[in-house]
DNA sequence: AACCAGGGGCCGG
DNA sequence: CCGGCCCATGGT
């Protein structure tokens, strides 16, 4: 991969791996808008990225170098070779084709606050819907960054009750929200620190409002885990259709053996196919 | 153990 | 255009 400056921003190519449109429309991540083909609106890091893609070329703008390399390139999961994670999957004839589909998937190395709030509401609601949501808590809580609105810190939304979330329209999910916030406020989930999967998973689901996909999601995305692997009802669908036409309950395990360390990855390519197939609605 | 809460997008009719 | 369906989790 090379980059350089360019006008505003950061030109990228001799990449791999890389697109754009199968990164945000993965289902990993909420605060972005598409602007064109290829061409997308995204805020994170308390700013708004456009990421245009064209002709082996990505342009990250506005953007200095020194932001790309600090900020940017971490967030985009730059650093890591998905070569090696394509190969493993390949061996599998249906990850196969999942993987061809999804090429260009690389998974978000988003924040954590952000995140766990994101993942609340997501649960037992559709991805148009979780944007909405999403974005009535950055409008009225968020700053001001440029047309678009900046994810709320903290210290800001430790002050509301649930009365002031529930404004927001997240429904039943308002209480969750309130008490995620105080237990990430008093350390009772410790987002500052770098746990092991097992201690961050027992503070995750010690909290109301997260079950088990919603904290594999958080994990996933947030904390590093790349071994888990949130099954929602598309990848039970795709699974199930794929691997057990009689049913399955227990996926999450499956994936834990046949996957590994590789889980995440392979979860990811799994969503992206199976929105693509509308599968298994009978 | 099965079912509802709660709500807005979405799909089929 | 509208009525029923979808959805992850906790509570009953």
């Avoid at 991969?1 to 190519?13: D, F, I, R």
């Avoid at 791999?16 to 808008?33: K, V």
């Avoid at 105080?182 to 027992?202: A, F, P």
């Avoid at 390519?269 to 197939?277: I, P």
Wanted: include cysteine; aromatic fraction near 14%.
């Amino acid at each position: 991969m090379k980059y350089e400056a360019a006008g505003n921003g950061v030109k990228m190519t001799e990449f791999d791996s890389f697109d754009i449109e199968h990164i945000l429309e993965c289902g990993q991540c909420f605060r972005f808008s598409k602007l064109g083909e290829k061409d997308y609106k995204i805020a994170a890091h308390g700013r708004v990225l456009r990421v245009t893609q064209s002709g082996g070329e990505v342009l990250f703008s506005p953007c200095s170098l020194l932001e790309f390399e600090k900020i940017w390139a971490g967030y985009f999961d730059l650093e890591r070779d998905y070569s090696e994670i394509k190969k493993f999957l390949s061996k599998d004839e249906v990850m196969k084709k999942a993987v061809e589909f999804g090429g260009g998937i690389r998974i978000l190395n988003q924040e954590r606050f952000e995140c766990i709030l994101s993942f609340i509401i997501s649960q037992n609601n559709q991805i148009p819907r979780i944007k909405k949501c999403i974005g009535n808590l950055c409008e009225k809580y968020g700053a001001d960054i440029g047309g678009e609105y900046a994810f709320p810190d903290i210290s800001i939304l430790a002050k509301l009750s649930e009365y002031d979330f529930n404004e927001l329209r997240v429904g039943f999910r308002a209480k969750y929200l309130a008490d995620a916030v105080y237990r990430i406020q008093n350390n009772l989930i410790n987002i500052n620190c770098d746990d092991s999967y097992g201690e961050i998973k027992r503070e995750l689901l010690d909290t109301k409002g997260i079950g088990a996909k919603v904290s594999n999601c958080i994990l996933l995305f947030s904390f590093g885990k790349r071994a888990s692997f949130p099954v929602d009802v598309w990848v039970r669908r795709v699974v199930e259709h794929f691997y057990f036409p009689e049913g399955n309950n227990e996926i999450e395990k499956w994936a834990a053996e046949k996957f590994g360390e590789y889980g995440g990855y392979a979860q990811q390519y799994l969503f992206y196919y199976a929105r693509s197939l509308k599968i298994g609605k009978s």
